[in-house]
């Protein structure tokens, strides 16, 4: 069993940066993984950025690519995420999510994912 718990939300303007934080209780794998998503009022869920608990590279989103950062501390068991550059179309509910185990995984697939924390408020004001 594993529990997530975000921080780091709230209400920023256009162009500025938010640091998100996930921490985690309970055991990840080394070949497990974890990610963002996000869901904006009125849309579907979206993978935002993904990161295997190993190490190896990191996958983004086109929309969030080189503007976000994801990055793991594996001995805090904790999860980041830095968003630079924020634009209003990056409001939403931000979502920590783990896979426990290793096996064959998409880290753009929710589907991939086991545990989900509640959300993190994130706002952009234009």
């Known amino acids: 069993q594993v529990q997530l718990e975000e921080s780091g939300g709230g209400l920023v303007q256009a162009g500025g940066s938010l640091r998100l934080s996930c921490a985690a209780s309970?055991?990840?794998?080394?070949?497990?993984?974890m990610g963002w998503f996000r869901q904006a009022p009125g849309k579907e869920r979206e993978f935002v950025a993904g990161?295997?608990?190993?190490?190896?590279?990191?996958y983004y989103a086109d929309s969030v690519a080189g503007r976000f950062t994801i990055f793991r501390d594996n001995a805090k068991n904790t999860l980041s995420l830095q968003m630079n550059s924020l634009k209003p179309e990056d409001t939403a509910v931000y979502y920590c999510?783990?896979?426990?185990?290793?096996?064959?995984?998409?880290?753009?697939?929710?589907?991939?994912?086991?545990?989900w924390g509640h959300g993190t408020q994130v706002t952009v004001s234009s």
């Open positions: 990161i295997r608990w190993s190490g190896g590279s990191a």
């Open positions: 999510t783990v896979r426990q185990y290793g096996g064959r995984y998409v880290l753009q697939d929710y589907k991939t994912y086991n545990y």
């Open positions: 309970g055991r990840i794998f080394s070949d497990g993984a």
